[in-house]
């Protein structure tokens, strides 16, 4: 299987903050980014594996600033590594400033999704290859990230963590 450049998994899109996406508050509902951000996340996934995929775990997501009803939001994914059959994908998401035309990143999420077949079970994904210098950050860390994940789930031995225990040496 042909690994494929992480920039091929690049999905973004762009949204504007309804007043029915706000809390009493005026800022935009944290239920309805993560919602946003499992669906881009998930187009990214699937360009990378061709394949339809479930969401398996949100790892992180940080929620750095308030977003404003009427705030134009853009969200961009991208798969920061393959395993097996998992692929996790990073989100983030900015900010348009419409006087300026500038852009703020304002949350980001890691996500796990899973290539499944016809019958929901795992399958095989192709490896990613990353190229620019945030890519191969992420690609990095993506490894101890889910020895990480592994250990808190019981599904490792700490032990068995061979990238985390690389931080300790």
Not at 24 to 33: A, H
Not at 59 to 68: A, G, H, K, L
Not at 94 to 104: A, H, I, Q, S, V
Not at 124 to 131: A, F, G, Q, S, Y
């Amino acid at each position: 299987m042909k690994a494929r450049k992480a920039s091929e998994t690049l999905s973004i899109t762009t949204k504007v903050v309804l007043p029915n996406d706000t809390n009493p508050l005026g800022n935009l509902f944290g239920g309805e980014l993560l919602a946003w951000m499992d669906m881009i996340a998930s187009v990214s996934a699937h360009r990378h594996s061709k394949r339809v995929v479930v969401t398996a775990s949100v790892n992180n997501v940080s929620f750095q600033q308030p977003i404003r009803q009427s705030s134009i939001v853009t969200l961009e994914a991208k798969v920061s590594r393959a395993f097996n059959s998992s692929m996790e994908v990073f989100v983030d998401v900015f900010l348009e400033d419409p006087l300026k035309g500038t852009r703020l990143k304002c949350n980001e999420a890691i996500y796990t999704f899973v290539a499944v077949d016809q019958n929901g079970g795992p399958i095989e994904v192709p490896d990613i290859t990353p190229e620019t210098e945030e890519e191969k950050m992420r690609f990095e860390g993506a490894l101890r990230r889910k020895q990480l994940s592994l250990i808190l789930a019981g599904k490792m031995e700490p032990n068995d963590a061979t990238e985390l225990k690389k931080l300790f040496d």
